[in-house]
């Protein structure tokens, strides 16, 4: 049996997408898609003693609506260091701080990539790493791509031979299930509910932040709090 994902990169995302990594084979990165602005691809959040914060990386993207996510330019330079110096302000006395930032930090010199893509994936592929996720990134563009979304996606899982495709639980309301079953795969979706909390600092539980608090709050515990209860 082999389970497959593909989903668009996210820039550190949280840890559903990291649990969905997890339950995978393969997982796949679906950037041949159109960038849409004001969505997680570039921007995701902490927590903060006044509440939750944006990280966005700053990129070209004010008309340019066609262009697909891998296509898309980071504007400036500099956003890395704003970005570590939040994290250290905001998470220095958190329980795991010494020994996962300076994995972060390495992580963020890694990704010095100026397409925002490349920069999400080596963010996603060295914390998953960290976590001991055995897993097969690949992206959409080493395989052939047709139109249409459920062609696509069956098309991808066909040519990667999966026996079973990983979906998150929105694709739902437009995934062909007959379709995929007639060529001999079976669809699972994740389930984002009923996840366990950990300590966590600055006020009530947020489930739905960054990786980067459950890294530097629970180290190399952090596997526990990825799979739901």
Known sequence: MKRVAVSQSNYIPWKGYFDQISRVDEFIFLDSVQYTRRDWRNRNQ??????????????????????????IQIS????????????????SRSRQFHHVFPIIEQAYADANSSF?????KTLICRFSEYLGLNVDFKTCRQYELVAGKNDRILSIC????????????????????PLFESHGISVEFMNYGNYPEYTQSWGAFQHRVSIIDLLLNCGLDS??????L
Do not use: M
């Not at 925002?116 to 999400?120: F, Q, R, T």
């Not at 596997?223 to 739901?228: A, D, T």
């Open 116 to 120: 925002l893509s490349e920069v999400n």
């Open 223 to 228: 596997n526990r709090f990825l799979g739901y």
């Open 76 to 91: 400036e330079n500099h956003w890395r260091e704003r970005h570590l110096k939040t994290i250290f302000s905001n998470y």
């Open 46 to 71: 902490l927590k903060g003693p006044s509440g939750l914060i944006w990280l966005t990386i700053p990129v070209h993207s004010k008309g340019n609506y066609t262009l697909s996510i891998d296509q």
């Open 158 to 177: 066909l040519q990667s031979q999966a026996t079973c495709y990983l979906s998150g639980p929105a694709a739902r309301s437009y995934l062909d299930l």
